[in-house]
């Protein structure tokens, strides 16, 4: 006959070669481990000890769909507090942009008044270019040198 010791000793030979080859992963095969071990094996293995702590502070072991949960809330704020980083970014450009329009505006308005104000100067320069042909005062530096030289010349005699 097999006694109780050797029994548990083998069932935990047996849960460590499943646990090994991959046949009990997972949230729920670990909390069915511990209850098993910790409820059924203790009192026989001699973790009396064990059991009365389990019983004092016992542990709340999260099922799978509890840890995916939280898992997605986690992701999901996460997600959202990119959204709401991208959508103050976007603002911000959008009020670049905004800023950039003016200025560009600005800019226009100030080079067509150049351009207006470079028109109107050729225009006056042209007219008193013509004024001063009529009246005779349009003479190149050569010719006003030329003119004074023949008035000292007058002024000698």
């Not at 460590?16 to 009990?24: A, P």
């Not at 094996?41 to 072991?61: I, N």
């Not at 050569?142 to 008035?151: A, L, M, N, P, T």
Request: proline fraction near 2%; charged fraction near 35%; glycine fraction near 6%.
């Amino acid at each position: 006959m097999i006694s109780w010791r050797e029994s548990g000793r083998k069932f935990f030979e047996i849960f460590e070669k499943r646990i090994s080859n991959g046949e009990l992963i997972g949230c729920f095969q670990m909390r069915f481990y511990i209850v098993v071990v910790i409820l059924i094996w203790s009192p026989y293995l001699g973790f009396g000890e064990l059991l009365a702590m389990q019983r004092k502070h016992p542990q709340v072991v999260p099922s799978e769909l509890e840890v995916i949960k939280h898992d997605f809330k986690r992701r999901n704020a996460e997600l959202e507090k990119n959204i709401e980083q991208m959508e103050e970014e976007k603002m911000n450009l959008r009020l670049d942009m905004d800023v950039q329009k003016l200025e560009t505006e600005k800019l226009r308005k100030w080079k067509n008044k150049a351009e207006g104000d470079l028109d109107s100067l050729k225009t006056d320069y042209k007219r008193l270019r013509c004024s001063m042909k009529a009246v005779g005062l349009g003479k190149t530096s050569k010719q006003w040198c030329q003119k004074i030289q023949e008035e000292k010349i007058k002024d000698d005699r």
